[in-house]
């Protein structure tokens, strides 16, 4: 089972509707989750770290799931300037003790007019 | 404040070429990271180093060297070119290891002939 695992899409949205994805993860120790964005041929970028409790910033709502193991992005009323590849990124132990990130090939959001 | 800095941003060598990527952060972080990122493949740990004067090998090591210079550089090294170094390059940086957001810079396409 592969460490993170999104569904590549795409996920085609109409302007001003909601989308929402998951993604699971397999380290059940993993302590650290995050959504980050990348536009394309771009750098990614943190869009919001992920609690346990829950939280949103604006229209994005992230969602925490230990006992199955995923992470939910929500959007809502989806804005062209959306459209990006969305990554899930997980903390993982290396054998060393250090910490490292493991990312999830992403989802792709297309938002239409 | 820069960020992160890559250069160069494109680069095309043929295969046994040698050359160094540079990266620079101006954010006081500890710790730095090189990944490179293929289609369909996600971004992948390559080497990182966790504090000054120290590195570790990542996910997909072989092929590479590195090379902490300072608190503020971190450069990869491609010894012997291959084209299965074909790959957008991405260096990024963190306050520590310890769960924190991972900046990245702009990244460097290579391709190997």
């Known amino acids: 089972r592969k460490e993170v695992e999104q569904d590549p899409g795409p996920f085609n949205v109409p302007e001003g509707a909601t989308v929402a994805f998951n993604c699971t993860y397999s380290?059940?120790?993993?302590?650290?989750f995050f959504w980050y964005r990348q536009d394309c041929r771009k750098e990614p970028k943190l869009l919001m770290s992920?609690?346990?409790s829950g939280n949103e910033d604006g229209r994005f709502t992230a969602q925490l799931n230990r006992a199955s193991q995923y992470i939910s992005l929500l959007i809502r009323d989806s804005k062209l300037s959306d459209s990006a590849t969305y990554l899930c990124?997980?903390?993982?132990?290396?054998?060393?003790?250090?910490?490292?990130?493991?990312f999830g090939k992403g989802n792709q959001v297309v938002v239409i007019p | 404040n820069a960020g992160v800095t890559q250069t160069p941003k494109f680069q095309v060598l043929k295969t046994g070429q040698s050359m160094t990527l540079q990266c620079a952060q101006d954010m006081n972080h500890n710790s730095m990271y090189w990944y490179r990122q293929d289609p369909g493949m996600g971004l992948r740990l390559i080497y990182y180093?966790?504090?000054?004067?120290?590195?570790d090998k990542g996910e997909v090591p072989n092929g590479y060297n590195v090379s902490r210079l300072n608190k503020r550089e971190f450069s990869l090294r491609l010894e012997s070119a291959a084209p299965s170094q074909t790959s957008v390059y991405f260096c990024?940086?963190?306050?520590?290891?310890?769960?924190?957001?991972?900046?990245f810079g702009p990244g460097t396409r290579l391709t190997v002939l």
């Open positions: 992920v609690y346990s």
């Open positions: 990124v997980v903390n993982s132990l290396l054998g060393s003790g250090n910490n490292r990130l493991a």
């Open positions: 990024a940086s963190s306050f520590g290891q310890d769960y924190n957001e991972q900046f």
């Open positions: 380290n059940s120790a993993s302590q650290s």
């Open positions: 180093s966790a504090s000054e004067g120290t590195t």
